[in-house]
Structure formats: C-alpha cells, structure tokens
C-alpha cells in the first residue's frame, strides 16, 4: 500500500480578511505568548479520546485544553495540522525565524476530542497570525 505524504504550504497574508468567528471552532480562552526562557518545546492537546500513558505530557494538561511551550509557529503548525516539519512548504521567512511561543487554550466543554482542539488550534493559529495554509 503506498502512502501519500501531505505536505502543507504556507502562505502568510498579513491583511487577509478572516472568517466570521461564529462559523468556526474556537477556543473559549486563549492566550499565546512569547517565551524568552526555552530552547525545546513540549506539550500538546488533551481531548477525552487521547491516548497517553500515565506519566506522559498530556497526563499533566487538563482535558479539554491545549498546553504547548517553547514551540517555534512551525512547531504550531507541524501540531496544528498533524504533520512532519519537513513536510511544510512555502511562506515567508519570518514564519520559520520566529520567536518561540506558549500557547494555553481551554475549549468550553472540556469533553472536546483531539480532533476538535486541533481544528480550534488551526483556527487560533490562523486568526493570531493571519496564516493561510492548503494541503499539496
């Protein structure tokens, strides 16, 4: 059986009209900062359907909630979007020389899939740094 490997290109549009808010997953809180304190990343996002060991990064964030610090915005989008960093194309270069981030985010209903914070994710990461992304 062949595998396609998806690739995302982006394409970063700075004065981009967004997407009424109402008709997307969004998060109920949101915060993301920059961190001046890491040169690693670690977290991730904790739906009812994750599946982690006992003493793994989503065992420590709560559910319903996306926790990541120290990630650079292609590390947010390699997360956002469930692909390898290698497989993201295109953009401009402030996207891959960015500062490192801490993202916190709690969805309303704290019974939210991995799947639903991931959408929310893409959506945050798209309305904070007016990114547009397809799929090659």
Not at 41 to 51: E, F, V
Not at 53 to 68: H, K, S
Not at 93 to 108: N, Y
Request: glycine letters at 8%; aromatic letters at 4%; hydrophobic letters at 45%.
């Amino acid at each position: 059986m062949r595998h396609k490997l998806a690739s995302l290109v982006v394409l970063a549009c700075l004065t981009a009209p967004l997407a009424d808010a109402q008709s997307r997953d969004e998060f109920e809180v949101a915060s993301i900062k920059k961190n001046t304190s890491s040169n690693g990343w670690r977290g991730g996002c904790h739906g009812i359907d994750s599946k982690s060991v006992a003493d793994g990064v989503q065992a420590t964030i709560p559910l319903g909630r996306c926790v990541i610090s120290g990630a650079l915005l292609t590390h947010l989008i390699a997360i956002a979007y469930g692909i390898q960093l290698q497989n993201i194309k295109g953009g401009p270069d402030w996207v891959r020389e960015s500062p490192r981030f801490d993202v916190e985010a709690k969805a309303e209903n704290a019974s939210a899939t991995v799947e639903q914070l991931l959408l929310m994710l893409q959506n945050l990461l798209a309305d904070r740094f007016r990114l547009k992304l397809h799929r090659e």
